[in-house]
């Protein structure tokens, strides 16, 4: 749509006569501007013209031998002149500008964002403390003052703003990042197995490795010594670090009731509806709004307004209860259950690193309940990095050779 001949309006002519093209010819010798215009048809034609020079375009015409007459007229001014002794709705049009030029002064949603591990309670509650709250006048609201006092209420928040835009408060976050531990270099440790396995690969990033590719380990044996052979020989001890990766069994059991029960919904449905004004909450339904027995239960709210542009005080809420019935659960549903459990710990105790190379189920029923042993055969990290212990700098002092009398 061409905005600006919205805004000015334009009419719809209709002439007829003998040679009605005369009549075009006319507005072009006159300077008017005109289009959409129809090769003449029953010796008449439409043409569209500015709403302000529709005005002696009968004279023009009857000049010319014509008629002409106006069809329709469109835009604003035509808008105007239609609504312009309509009071009341004129009145209720001024009454709603006023209550969106008003109620956009004042906070009616707020919406949290770019919060990960902070949940939204405790920033709402801060906000509120901080006078940040449905119904608020946002004019008024110090940003140095509300950040600041979020803060100091919400630990692991680092940095935040306000920002309010027609009633709608957007709040954006930004979390403290957790710093990594810093190496101490000056620390004198070693690289032990964090549990038994067949090592792989040895990668000493300091001090000397003393296990090798093909060497079986228990938790606690030595994998990479805190010990450095310098020039001439020199043993010295150092901080041991690196990576060991190695191959590790695992064998998980676990256990469960075989008379377990799950909800399945049955279809039937019963829906509530709520109207909140700020925070004035009319129910239109008598009971109360406790869940019945054998029920599950949705709510979901619209908040009347524009997105970006203004947000109205009134939210429509809607209660859906669903019907379930409790069924029991079949053995091999019980037994996914149960296999999906185990790959989680497994992989909980692998890390992200580790890889699962081989994996297999065995299932057993035994006194009402279901037993499943997961066996599994993987690869991971098993270096754990322990401090020297005093027989440690001992056995390295040992192996530094005595110095030669002169």
Same mark, same amino acid.
């Given at each position: ?8 309006? /334009? ?17 072009? @010798?006159? $300077?008017?501007?005109? /289009? ?5 048809? #029953?010796?008449? +034609?439409?043409?569209?013209?500015? #709403? ?11 000049? =010319? ?13 035509? %808008? /105007? ?6 009071? !009341?709705? %004129? ?8 209550? %969106? ?25 801060? +906000? ?46 930004? *979390? ?20 038994? !396995? ?8 300091? $001090? ?12 606690? *044996? ?41 909800? &399945? ?21 008598? #009971? ?15 908040? =009347?307004?524009?997105?970006? +542009? ?9 209660t859906v209860y669903t019907r379930y019935e409790i ?5 091999? *549903? =019980?037994? *996914? ?11 909980? &105790? ?29 690869? @991971? ?26």
């Amino acid at each position: 749509m061409n905005w600006a001949r919205y805004v000015t309006g /334009w009419a719809a002519l209709e002439v007829s006569g003998a040679e009605p093209e005369r009549f075009l010819e006319a507005l072009a @010798e006159r $300077g008017v501007v005109f /289009w959409n215009a129809t090769p003449p048809k #029953d010796f008449a +034609l439409t043409v569209q013209v500015p #709403d302000r020079a529709a005005r002696g375009m009968e004279a023009l015409a009857a000049g =010319l031998g014509c008629q002409c007459a106006v069809r329709s007229r469109h835009g604003l001014p035509a %808008l /105007w002149r239609k609504l312009r002794r309509r009071y !009341g709705l %004129l009145a209720c049009l001024a009454l709603v500008l006023a209550v %969106l030029y008003v109620g956009s002064a004042y906070i009616w949603e707020i919406d949290v964002t770019g919060n990960e591990t902070i949940p939204d309670g405790p920033i709402r509650q801060a +906000l509120s403390q901080c006078g940040v709250d449905i119904g608020t006048y946002w004019p008024g609201i110090s940003q140095d003052m509300v950040r600041n006092g979020v803060i100091l209420r919400v630990p692991g928040i680092r940095w935040m703003t306000v920002t309010v835009r027609g009633g709608h408060a957007k709040v954006i976050v930004r *979390e403290a990042r957790e710093h990594l531990p810093l190496v101490d270099r000056k620390e004198l440790t070693k690289v032990v197995a964090a549990k038994a !396995g067949l090592v792989e690969r040895v990668e000493p990033l300091q $001090g000397s490795a003393v296990a090798e590719p093909g060497d079986a380990v228990l938790p606690g *044996e030595e994998l990479i010594g805190g010990f450095a052979t310098g020039r001439f020989s020199v043993v010295m001890p150092t901080k041991g670090m690196g990576r060991v990766t190695a191959r590790t069994w695992y064998e998980l059991t676990a256990k469960s009731p075989t008379e377990l029960a799950v909800k &399945r919904r049955q279809g039937g449905k019963n829906v509530r509806w709520a109207l909140i004004l700020g925070k004035t909450r009319i129910n239109f339904y008598k #009971d109360s709004s406790i869940c019945p027995a054998g029920c599950d239960k949705i709510i979901t709210s619209h908040t =009347l307004g524009s997105a970006g +542009l203004f947000t109205l005080p009134i939210t429509v809420e809607k209660t859906v209860y669903t019907r379930y019935e409790i069924d029991p659960v079949a053995a091999a *549903e =019980l037994r *996914e259950e149960l296999e999906e459990r185990l790959m989680d710990t497994l992989l909980d &105790r692998i890390g992200q690193d580790g890889q699962v190379l081989e994996r297999h189920f065995t299932a057993a029923a035994k006194d009402g309940a279901m037993y499943v042993t997961l066996r599994a055969e993987c690869r @991971e990290q098993i270096g754990l990095e322990q401090p020297l212990t005093d027989q440690d700098l001992a056995d390295i002092q040992a192996k530094i050779p005595p110095k030669e009398e002169e």
